[in-house]
């Protein structure tokens, strides 16, 4: 389908969207889905109208009625538009890396038998590291973190050890992702609920969020980073002066 143009009968926009014909109509008669392009008599919709069922789902999955949806996107008016933009830019995700399937066999062969790794599986799984899939089969969300984990081992730390820094940095990236977050609604969310909200208000608070989602990522590496190396160079340097005494 051309990016821009409507080709798309309701039966295959059905298709597309995973969403029956029936709530289809019923959408658009509420006023959620904007009207067809119509060319001899059929109505031909596109890839925006794909884009707007994918989002009622979604948000129809996070447990948003569909009288609160209505009032969020109902009509073709500019809020609606607006909606979709912000809530594009809140909720995209950052670029990932694919998911992996692994089984057992493979685990205990990179990390070791099944006496070293059965409770570690288990604190993987609770760390969402593993997903189990049933059949002895795993689900990595992650194949970097598993891969990092497994070349800890072979460098001689326990599993159970990287398990627990992974479980603490965890927390410490939820905290971090919370504080940047409240920023975010504090000043530029808040403000610009009192302000008047013009198209050009709408525009530059949705790049506002669009940028300062990876720049809050960059922000959190380049201080790790700084902290890392202080870190290191206290614990190295106090280790070296503990050696230089004990041989003096």
Same mark, same amino acid.
């Given at each position: 389908?051309?990016?821009?143009? &409507?080709?798309?009968?309701?039966?295959?926009?059905?298709?597309? #969207?995973?969403?029956?014909?029936?709530?289809?109509?019923?959408? =658009?008669?509420?006023?959620?889905?904007?009207?067809?392009?119509?060319?001899?008599?059929?109505?031909?919709?596109?890839?925006?109208?794909?884009?707007?069922?994918?989002?009622?789902?979604?948000? =129809?999955?996070?447990?948003?009625?569909?009288?609160?949806?209505?009032?969020?996107?109902?009509?073709?008016?500019?809020?609606?538009?607006?909606?979709?933009?912000?809530?594009?830019?809140?909720?995209?995700?950052?670029?990932?890396?694919? +998911?992996?399937?692994?089984?057992?066999?493979?685990?205990? *062969?990179?990390?070791?038998?099944?006496?070293?790794?059965?409770?570690?599986? *288990?604190?993987? =799984?609770?760390?969402?590291?593993?997903?189990?899939?049933?059949?002895?089969?795993?689900?990595?969300?992650?194949? #970097?973190?598993?891969?990092?984990?497994?070349?800890?081992?072979?460098?001689?730390?326990?599993?159970?050890? +990287?398990?627990?820094?992974?479980?603490?940095?965890?927390?410490?990236?939820?905290? +971090?992702?919370?504080?940047?977050?409240?920023?975010?609604?504090?000043?530029?969310?808040?403000?610009?609920?009192?302000? &008047? =909200?013009? &198209?050009?208000?709408?525009?530059?608070?949705?790049?506002?969020?669009?940028?300062?989602?990876?720049?809050?990522? *960059?922000?959190?590496?380049?201080?790790?980073?700084?902290?890392?190396? +202080?870190?290191?160079?206290?614990?190295?340097?106090?280790?070296? *002066?503990?050696?230089?005494?004990?041989?003096?």
């Amino acid at each position: 389908m051309a990016e821009d143009e &409507d080709s798309l009968t309701i039966e295959q926009l059905a298709h597309e #969207s995973g969403m029956s014909v029936r709530n289809i109509r019923n959408h =658009q008669t509420r006023g959620l889905l904007p009207p067809p392009e119509v060319r001899a008599r059929t109505g031909y919709y596109g890839r925006r109208h794909v884009e707007r069922l994918h989002l009622i789902q979604q948000m =129809q999955a996070e447990g948003i009625k569909l009288s609160g949806i209505e009032r969020l996107l109902g009509g073709e008016g500019e809020w609606a538009d607006r909606f979709t933009a912000l809530r594009h830019a809140i909720t995209v995700p950052f670029a990932v890396e694919p +998911a992996e399937i692994i089984t057992l066999a493979e685990l205990e *062969e990179r990390f070791g038998q099944p006496e070293r790794t059965g409770k570690a599986l *288990e604190r993987a =799984q609770k760390l969402g590291v593993l997903v189990p899939l049933g059949d002895d089969s795993y689900e990595v969300p992650s194949p #970097s973190l598993l891969r990092a984990a497994e070349e800890a081992v072979q460098r001689g730390i326990p599993l159970p050890a +990287a398990l627990s820094v992974i479980e603490k940095v965890r927390r410490n990236a939820e905290s +971090a992702a919370s504080a940047f977050v409240r920023l975010f609604m504090d000043e530029l969310w808040k403000p610009f609920e009192g302000e &008047d =909200q013009t &198209d050009e208000h709408w525009q530059e608070t949705t790049e506002a969020i669009e940028r300062l989602r990876p720049l809050s990522v *960059e922000v959190l590496v380049a201080l790790f980073r700084q902290a890392l190396t +202080a870190e290191t160079e206290k614990a190295f340097g106090r280790a070296l *002066e503990e050696q230089a005494k004990r041989r003096g």
